[in-house]
């Protein structure tokens, strides 16, 4: 029987036309792909970031019930009184820090003297985890500010960072002279520095004060220790022990992330050129708005568009340490300056933010 011959077969591989179909396609995938992994990451990170601040609202609420009252927004050393005001004082964080299971980092706190010397060293480098907001990457870092950076020791210190603020309300203001020391803004907010280093002349909040309802008053918010601006340190503030405006407090003055887009080398038509008032903005890496904690313990997403004055209808007036309008009589309230009082009387509508 006679075999007929193999017919040999030619296999058929791609052509460079069809490959460069295939990888296309692949391209177009991963590029619809990789925003919507980034944007679950960062819906994921927002969870995180308001799952910290209810965190710290319970802390607020265990403060209140043993001392009956919400911290204040600074409170000051022995030694604070006679070596001037430059971040000497102890913030909010620092007051709240034995409800945040960190009581060993309160106990070993010097409170007689300074917070800016070795001996609180320990403290300033304390990292605590829920003052970290995971899209702010930069807050887990340790720095050694030196003294240029308001330290009254001349050799760095470490010092670890916080990515929230306390609220003080619509406005803030700074001393008279070099030589006094942080005064209350305008007294509204649900937290505030004290009106003389002694902490006699202000009391602080209670939570039965805020008659405008916990429900409607802003506690604390997201406060990015990145860049808030352009031109700016994006290290500079934040720093977690301070009390100091743009440290750990920040006001309503402008809208969230209002100073994200703009270069602190432009003049501010209102005398806010110092770059102190872009860090006493609240601020975030998330997009669209800020995380912020009401007096009730609940979280809300604040946008950038919310309904707000303008501020640039505000005047600072220099070391007079006042604020007015400009022409006169302050700006109508929006509803994030409204928010951000606590006993102002505004009615806010459950759907205006």
């Excluded at 005001?85 to 007689?112: K, T």
Aim: hydrophobic letters at 40%; aromatic letters at 12%.
């Amino acid at each position: 029987m006679l075999c007929s011959p193999l017919v040999r077969r030619h296999r058929r591989g791609f052509t460079l036309i069809e490959l460069l179909v295939v990888i296309s396609i692949i391209a177009v995938l991963i590029a619809l792909l990789l925003p919507a992994v980034q944007a679950a990451r960062e819906a994921a990170r927002r969870a995180q970031c308001t799952n910290n601040l209810k965190q710290l609202g319970l802390a607020f609420h265990n403060y209140a019930s043993v001392n009956e009252t919400l911290p204040m927004g600074d409170f000051f050393s022995r030694s604070a009184l006679t070596t001037g005001w430059i971040r000497q004082q102890f913030g909010p964080w620092v007051a709240l820090s034995q409800f945040l299971e960190q009581g060993a980092a309160y106990n070993a706190l010097n409170s007689n003297i300074c917070i800016y010397v070795a001996q609180n060293s320990t403290v300033n480098g304390i990292g605590i985890s829920l003052l970290w907001c995971p899209s702010d990457a930069g807050a887990v870092n340790l720095r050694y500010p030196g003294k240029d950076e308001g330290w009254d020791d001349s050799a760095p210190l470490p010092m670890t960072f916080s990515s929230y603020a306390t609220n003080l309300g619509p406005l803030y203001y700074y001393p008279k002279g070099d030589t006094q020391y942080p005064l209350i803004n305008n007294n509204t907010g649900a937290v505030y520095h004290v009106g003389h280093p002694d902490g006699t002349s202000i009391s602080p909040v209670k939570l039965a004060g805020i008659t405008d309802g916990t429900s409607n008053t802003l506690l604390a918010g997201d406060h990015a220790y990145g860049e808030v601006a352009k031109s700016t340190d994006p290290y500079g503030p934040n720093w977690w022990t301070s009390g100091v405006g743009g440290d750990t407090t920040a006001a309503t003055l402008f809208p969230p992330n209002f100073f994200k887009t703009w270069d602190a080398a432009e003049a501010v038509p209102n005398k806010f050129a110092s770059g102190k008032n872009y860090t006493m903005t609240f601020n975030s890496f998330h997009p669209g708005g800020c995380n912020f904690l009401l007096c009730d313990g609940s979280v809300r997403f604040i946008k950038n568009t919310i309904n707000s004055w303008n501020p640039f209808q505000v005047q600072y007036n220099g070391r007079s340490a006042l604020y007015t309008g400009v022409g006169g009589a302050l700006p109508p309230a929006g509803v994030y300056q409204s928010l951000s009082t606590r006993n102002g009387g505004e009615v806010i509508s459950a759907d205006a933010y």
